[in-house]
């Protein structure tokens, strides 16, 4: 067939990289998602890519909580405004209470790079009192991107 399958960048090994155990491979393969978006399209995003990579938050492996939070960071550029909000932001903002505080640091990063998309009340009520929370993390780190990312919400 000359068409291209919509099933063919979910093939079990594909969507494994996501979870490789080398960073570079993860990495990549977070930045191909949002060729896949681009392609295929929203709908066919939301029903495979999107509820794939949204369930690895709750992955006990921290690595891969990052690894959401990272192709959060990219779908976020090629989806709109309330996709990020309905689906993504209640992600994130469960992350922020993940006992490691890389996951929490890089909610923060997420959060800063998603606000200039999102609506002045999701920032308001979901994002500002998520960040204020991580600004009151005991890890330095935690503290300096929850800083960084609410100085963009105002």
Not at 35 to 53: C, D, H, M, R, Y
Not at 106 to 131: G, R, Y
């Amino acid at each position: 067939s000359s068409g291209i399958n919509a099933e063919w960048p979910l093939r079990p090994g594909c969507m494994s990289w996501l979870v490789d155990g080398v960073f570079a491979i993860r990495s990549a393969a977070t930045s191909n998602l949002k060729k896949l978006v681009s392609i295929f399209g929203l709908e066919w995003a939301q029903n495979t890519v999107i509820t794939k990579v949204l369930s690895m938050a709750r992955d006990p492996n921290y690595l891969h909580r990052m690894t959401t939070l990272f192709a959060i960071n990219v779908l976020a550029e090629v989806c709109p405004p309330d996709v990020i909000s309905k689906f993504m932001v209640p992600v994130i903002s469960n992350l922020a209470a993940d006992a490691v505080p890389n996951v929490r640091f890089n909610v923060a990063k997420t959060m800063a790079l998603i606000v200039p998309s999102l609506d002045a009340q999701t920032v308001e009520f979901q994002i500002k009192p998520c960040l204020s929370k991580l600004y009151d993390d005991e890890d330095m780190d935690v503290k300096y991107f929850a800083h960084e990312a609410l100085v963009l919400c105002h």
